[in-house]
């Protein structure tokens, strides 16, 4: 479904992203995944490099590497805010770093950037990054992995981990069917459908402590109140890939 | 003591079944409709635990009903949801709720608001076991006025009246 985020309103699905980056390995690797994707994709190995790339070209998205001392991303990342500041525009920046923290959000945010990304950048990520690019909506912040506070989930079960593996097991099970009524919401655009669907894993989500998630839910459930289904889509996708890698935390247990 | 569980979502039913299973004789219901159909039955629960939003009716609305049917007025009804503005609870509360729980509640606070439930229904029903008691007594004055009015003519006018003539008056 991700390639048809572009098709809806007649625009070209494929994007022009630019790989800010000097360590050949991983721009060859995240060229490749891009171009598989259908994107258009150019390289700059250091900051200089990029500065000239987005002088001469229109960029959806740039990935930037946030510890090369060539590519100097705070420098770079000024001069590009500098000139969208007198010319206009704003690409969305994602920092890419190989040990993500905590303290990577504040220093990306800081830098100027969108969002960050641990390497390699995986294909849910940029799929995540094109769908706000699409949807024109600003960037999140985009953080990895989804947690779930598993911790919390026990607390308010008073300790009892059968329950817990229960209620896991009851929502595991229901949640493919209220992703399909949303996403079928959507189609037969039925606001009161998708509130409903996003109400529901709105609530087991929090209770069972995945906080990000049910924010998107909740974030979907305003938008079945309010009838402005436009820009539901991009978060009924980003939803599904958040559930599917709570999916796969919860399964590991 | 019986307790309802009106909650559309399978999930947070298993929850607060086996949270409360231990402490109550626990029947759920998974709409609305099923809810109100229960809360009418004969020695049906007087205590229940409503979803906001449920196919059928919702919590609110069963709260209406229940407050405007007089052989239910007395049940304790708890509003549970996520919606916690101000205005949403007082919403609630005005529908005829006793309490809210939002979600995601936490099990401790569950567990007492829950406890304080239970001793209201307690409390009204020794109040309405003490109030039939009452008016059990009252009826037993009322009928031994009637009986002593009835047979104060006859001992006036000195005739002597056989306890089965006077009960035989009395039902006339």
Known sequence: MWGQVGNDS????????????????????????LENLGHEVVIASNGRQALAEFGALRFDLIFMDMESPEMDAFVTIQAIRD????????????????????????????????????????????????????????LPLWRRP??????????????????????VGIFLEGKPKMLAQMEQALLEQTPKT??????????????????????????????????????????VARLRIQLSQVDGIMRQI | MKLLIAEDDPFFRRILEQLLGSEFEVSTAADGNLAWTMLQEND???????????????GPEICRLVRTTPRLESAYLILLTDKNSAADITAGLRAGADDYLTKPFDPGELRARV????????????????????????????????????LRPSLLSGTLVSPAAGAAKISK
């Open chain 2, 44 to 58: 049906g629960p007087r205590l229940a635990i409503l979803d906001w939003v449920m196919p059928g009716m919702t």
């Open chain 1, 146 to 167: 989804v947690l779930w506070d598993r911790a919390k989930a026990l607390e308010r079960l008073e300790g009892d981990e059968e329950l817990l593996r229960e209620v």
């Open chain 1, 194 to 235: 998708l509130e409903l669907a996003a109400h529901g894993l709105k609530g087991e989500l929090a209770y069972l402590g995945v906080v990000e998630a049910s924010e998107t839910a909740r974030h979907l459930e305003e938008m079945g109140k309010k009838q402005e289904l436009d820009n539901a889509k991009v978060l």
């Open chain 2, 115 to 150: 406890g304080m439930a239970r001793r209201i229904v307690e409390l009204q029903t020794d109040l309405a076991t003490q109030v039939l008691a009452l008016e059990d007594a009252l009826q037993r004055e009322k009928l031994l006025q009637t009986r002593v009015s009835l």
């Open chain 1, 10 to 33: 007649g625009e070209k699905t494929g994007r022009r992203i630019l790989i800010a980056e000097d360590n050949t390995a991983n721009s060859i690797s995240l060229l490749r995944t």
């Open chain 1, 83 to 138: 000139r969208e500041k007198a010319e206009g525009g704003h690409v969305p920046i994602i920092g890419m770093t190989d040990h993500p923290t905590n303290g990577d959000r504040e220093s990306c945010l800081a830098q100027g950037m969108d969002g960050y990304s641990a390497k390699p950048v995986s294909v849910e990520d940029i799929e995540i990054f094109l769908c706000a690019v699409a949807g024109s909506e600003p």
